[in-house]
């Protein structure tokens, strides 16, 4: 018998309907979705919460710092900046405006080769292989250009190069341009101050956002530059120096050194034009130093105004000979031996006072030592060492002593001023502040050299800086330069120095020509008469009116009798040379 096997087979309720899921393995496959869901949102939150730390570190706990490498500022510059410098008056000589630099990532720049074609088209001046160089290689940070202009910035930022990015600093900005070049100063790329009084006042203008207020009046300074520069053009002079100096204060209303600079493009100098003529150079001043020899004579008590000395024949010493520029060949009277400029008279008056008190005066009156003033181009004088009989003959007419126009200014206005000594300043000072000073020669000797100092401009060589009005008293000077072993009688510093008024002295003006040239005008002459004095009688004539000094009647008798040589006391007279011609006419 055949066994029969029974199979058992599904319940139709059990089996599925055609084209319908199992609901067991889309419930699975539903908890599976939704588990991914889950991850896949978290790693998200996870990434957004990573990117918002990073934002929040960026800008908020690091201040919006670039790397690191990029900080090349001093730490709190660009917090505090750097305090403006404007002259006496307010007007601004030097600010600071924010402004981009741009950098790159070289490794964040994709292709430098095209990079550096746009950046080169939108800032022509780059080297361009030096950039594709710099944006090819394996470093982080490269500057690309500091200090862009606003039309410079926007250009680049059209670019929109990958890698590239813009830095805020600050720039430095002069905005009077090369006014007052070489007393300012100027500042590098990373603005370190590198000259003048943004060198000296680096750190004190990093700490304050008080401005820092200077002596010089910009108006003072336009005019001393603009007839420095006229006379330097007519005589074809190679440079040239003028200065105003506040004798009752001391302080340089100008200070001009042509040619000069624009500080807001500084680079390449040459040094003929970076080269400060008023207080680095120094030179010998010819003529001009017989104010101090003139007043070291009445100072020594031994030569009176009525001293006379015999100019009648040039002085040999060795194998030189020391002579008169159109001498009078007769005996000079003190003040005649002053006015006509007598060479040969101011040895002889040197010599009767004595080398150790020519030295002692010079010493006094600063001329031996390098000057304080507060920026720090300043020279050393050329002091003769030792100092023989024979430099006490040449210093006495401007000749073996160097020193800089601002040492010549600084000692002339102790010897006009009342006879007390006044360091210069470069900082405004505050009114009523009181000024400390040292004598260094009688208020009589003052007043007798303000009255032939006069005597100079009304009948001497300084006739052409006469300003009507204004009662100009000084002194102009001529010396040969020294070039090679020796002296060059077609190379000299033609210089004139004056006050006024000099019966009540309130300024005194410096304008020094380097290397001028004769012209058909002056007879070939380019002595500082002819070239210094006219230039400063018309500074004068129009710095008067501009600082408030009122114009008077020369003529007047008390302007006569404060002006007149011997209604001054004279110091007392032991002993001195008398005879010959006297100055009856003066």
Known sequence: MTALRLHAQPSPIDAPAPGRRNPRKAAAAL???????????????????????????????????????????????????????????????????????????????????????????????????????QLASDKRFVWIKRKLTPREQYAVNRLGIPGVAFQREERRIYPLGPLASHTVGFTGVDNDGLMGIEQSFDQALRGTPEPLALSIDARVQHLVRRELQAAIDEFSGIGGAGMVMDLETGELLAQVSLPDFDPNAPMNLDENTRFNRTSLGVYEMGSTFKIFNSALAFESGKIGLSSSFDATHPIRVGRHTIGDFRGKNRWLTVPEIFIYSSNIGSVRMALEVGTEAQRALMAKLGLLS??????????????????????????????????????????????????????PTLLRRDPGEPVLGERVVSPQTSAMMRRMLRLVVTEGSATAAAAPGYVVGGKTGTAEKITGRGYNRKSRISSFLGAFPIHDPKYLVLVMIDEPKGTARTHGFATGGWVAAPAGGRIIAQLGPMLGVEPVDENRPDIRQAVDLFAAPAPATGGGTTGGSTLASY
């Open 31 to 133: 908890e599976q979705g939704r588990s991914r869901l889950v991850v896949t949102a978290a790693m998200f939150a996870f990434a957004f919460v990573a990117v918002g730390v990073g934002l929040v570190d960026a800008t908020v706990l690091r201040q919006g710092a670039e790397p690191d490498i990029a900080q090349a500022q001093p730490a709190g510059l660009l917090q505090t900046g750097r305090a403006d410098i404007v002259d006496r008056n307010g007007a601004v000589l030097a600010t600071s405006l924010a402004s981009a630099s741009l950098y790159a990532d070289p490794l964040l720049v994709i292709d430098p080769v095209e990079a550096a074609d746009k950046l080169t088209a939108a800032l022509p001046d780059l080297d361009y292989d030096a950039l594709v160089r």
């Open 370 to 423: 390098r000057p304080s003033i507060e920026i720090p181009e300043v020279g050393m004088p050329m002091v003769p060492n030792p100092w023989r009989e024979i430099n006490t003959m040449t210093i006495s007419f401007g000749h073996g002593l160097s020193v800089s126009p601002l040492q010549l200014v600084a000692a002339a206005g102790a010897i006009i001023n009342g006879g007390v000594m006044r360091q």
